[in-house]
Nanobody, 124 residues
Framework: QVQLVESGGGLVQAGGSLRLSCAASGRTFSRYAMGWFRQAPGQEREFVAVITRSAWTTYYADSVKGRFTISRDSAKNTVVLQMNLLEVDDTAVYYC?????????????????WGQGTQVTVSS
């Protein structure tokens, strides 16, 4: 089992940056593909980014491509989402998730474990 704890959310002006971190418990971190999702009020949870177990491959939603970067540090059991050029539409609760079965999942249904989420608010 994996426990995930996100941190790094906050309030930032449009055009600014934030760095989200996800700390994973357990010694099997490297066995999981790790993803970030977000959920705005009244909307469904949506895919943001994913990084494979090997960290060789990343994949992004079109809405964040070129602005966000996902990375992982297996030695520290941490996944990071660097968010630059933030827009008001990026405002949401951001969730970290782990998938034991799929290599590059983009669907919420392909993830086994979720963090509690961290709020990101971008003001205009």
């Amino acid at each position: 089992q994996v426990q995930l704890v996100e941190s790094g959310g906050g309030l930032v002006q449009a055009g600014g940056s934030l760095r989200l971190s996800c700390a994973a418990s357990g010694r099997t971190f490297s066995r999981y593909a790790m993803g970030w999702f977000r959920q705005a009020p009244g909307q469904e949870r949506e895919f943001v980014a994913v990084i494979t177990r090997s960290a060789w491959t990343t994949y992004y939603a079109d809405s964040v491509k070129g602005r966000f970067t996902i990375s992982r540090d297996s030695a520290k059991n941490t996944v990071v989402l660097q968010m630059n050029l933030l827009e008001v539409d990026d405002t949401a609760v951001y969730y970290c998730a782990a998938s034991s079965t799929y290599d590059k999942p983009t669907s919420v249904y392909k993830y086994d474990y979720w963090g509690q989420g961290t709020q990101v608010t971008v003001s205009s």
